[in-house]
């Protein structure tokens, strides 16, 4: 049953998270927050089927076409988790400090491009690609813009959980090479940094911790991923990038 995992992972009493409820009214809003968890990581979220749709994507989601983000699918949350920001408390599943880094509405995309362009779909396109594990969609948002793809990966070694997907920028109007997430720490809503959504003590904390540490990751799943993504990023050579001039 949808939420149901939401609902198990969560002691309400003791986290302001809002409760599992599936919304009875459409809607086609996309979220992304940025998460101080076990280990920094933004959470991106669409909404469908009365639900939100989520993916843990560990770099954060890119502008830039070149930049393949691992995302990987968690459990369904409830709608009204769409403005949720600020502290879940020590103890508490995602205990750490929450932003909305980025709000606005997406569109589904017809998985058949007409003359080489993407067109709108339908919710049942939309539905069937998320099934198939090739979702396109339109991204009209204060931060994010413009189409992207959220790609399944097949044939995983045995032990995956199967919930590793790629969140992949067409390119369009609004891609940018070179495109640096670290510039954008403003929450969308409160225009506070992640720094003062934790309060003065919590800002120290972020502040003293190394940029570079992975920390302890409890879920194995996520270990292992970001084991698999640092060690193919040290196999690659550093190149500068740098933003277009306008």
């Known amino acids: 049953m949808a939420l149901e995992e939401y609902k198990r992972k969560r002691k309400f009493e003791h986290t302001p998270e809002p409760p599992a409820k599936v919304a009875s009214k459409a809607g086609h809003r996309f979220v992304v927050q940025k998460h101080d968890a076990t280990r920094l990581h933004y959470d991106f979220r669409l909404e469908m089927e009365g639900v939100l749709k989520s993916w843990a994507v560990p770099k954060g989601p890119s502008l830039d076409p070149a930049d393949k983000r691992l995302a990987m ?10 403005d949720f920001e600020g502290i879940i408390p020590e103890n508490n599943y995602g205990a750490g400090t929450v932003m909305v880094w980025d709000v606005g509405t997406w569109q589904p995309l017809s998985p058949v491009p007409v ?3 993407y067109v709108p779909g339908t919710e049942a396109e939309a539905a069937a690609m998320l099934a198939k594990g090739d979702l396109k969609f339109r991204l009209s948002g204060k931060k994010l813009k413009g189409d992207f793809a959220l790609v399944k990966m097949k044939g995983r070694r045995p032990g995956s959980k199967g919930n590793e997907w790629l969140l992949i920028k067409k390119h369009d109007d609004h891609a940018v090479e070179g495109y640096d997430i670290d510039e954008y720490d403003q929450s969308v809503l409160s225009k506070r940094s992640l720094a003062e959504i934790a309060g003065d003590e919590g800002s120290r904390e972020w502040r003293s911790r190394p940029s570079a540490g992975r920390g302890k990751v409890k879920a194995a799943w996520l270990a292992d991923a970001i084991a698999r993504l640092d060690k193919k990023n040290l196999a690659k050579k550093p190149t ?7």
Do not use: I, M, N
């Open 73 to 82: 699918q968690v459990e369904d949350h409830p709608v009204s988790y769409f």
């Open 240 to 246: 500068a990038k740098k933003k277009p001039k306008k």
């Open 115 to 117: 003359e080489g362009r």
